[in-house]
């Protein structure tokens, strides 16, 4: 079976440090790979997006950059945070057949301070 | 660009009660819809998955329907119970790879 595991559970970083947040797939090949965020109060947000190694699509410019270094792993990164990167990150997969459903990470909290 | 709504915003029952809750998409484009919950703090966890040729699909208590041309879901929970209590998106899929999320419906179930 599919399982996908994303880490840290939650973070706290002072404004101008850097993240890394990771998030691997296990039990499928070629995924395709999403990072979403979760602002308090408000709906699911795409960031990014990959159908493959090395390929990113950025839904919305900001402060924010993913890489995808192997098939199954989907890295979210930042040189410098800002207090409105807070929220709460979700990674999620999908089969590359569009006809297959999509499934989460368990997200990680973050919060700049 | 596609826009998603979903009503009531909240709603809270006693338990055994049945529900309906609606989602609405502006662009009729799609080619799934993704019902998830969420429960606080966690993750998002699939509940069903409607094809665009399809109407509805069901699993045990939850049935949703799907009317593509009116960029209309709706998803009906029967006899509820206080397990129900999450927070429910719906996520119309797109040609591409993407899905786009409503806003939620907050559930309280009573006992």
């Known amino acids: ?113 | 660009k596609q826009e998603v709504t979903q009503i009531p915003a909240a709603l809270s029952v006693p338990e055994g009660e049945n529900l309906v809750l609606n989602c609405s998409f502006t662009d009729s484009a799609i080619y799934n819809l993704q019902w998830f919950r969420q429960d606080p703090g966690k993750g998002l966890t699939s509940l069903l998955l409607i094809q665009s040729s399809q109407r509805e699909q069901t699993s045990g208590r939850l049935n949703a329907s799907l009317d593509k041309s009116s960029g209309r879901s709706t998803l009906y929970i029967a006899a509820s119970q206080p397990g129900d209590s999450a927070t429910y998106l719906c996520a119309p899929g797109d040609y591409g790879q993407n899905f786009v999320f409503g806003p939620g419906t907050r559930l309280s179930v009573l006992p």
């Not at chain 1, 970083?13 to 395709?32: A, I, R, W």
């Not at chain 1, 999908?94 to 459903?101: K, S, V, Y």
């Open chain 1, 1 to 113: 079976s599919q399982t996908i595991h994303q880490w840290p559970a939650t973070l706290v970083q002072p404004v101008g440090s850097p993240l890394s947040l990771e998030c691997t797939v296990e039990g499928t090949s070629n995924p395709n790979l999403y990072w979403y965020r979760q602002a308090a109060g408000r709906g699911l947000q795409l960031l990014f997006y990959s159908v493959g190694i090395g390929q990113i699509s950025s839904e919305v410019p900001q402060n924010l950059s993913a890489s995808r270094p192997q098939d199954r792993q989907f890295i979210l990164s930042s040189k410098k945070l800002l207090l409105s990167d807070s929220g709460f990150y979700l990674c999620a997969w999908r089969r590359r057949d569009r006809n297959t459903e999509a499934f989460f990470g368990q997200g990680t909290r973050l919060t700049v301070v």
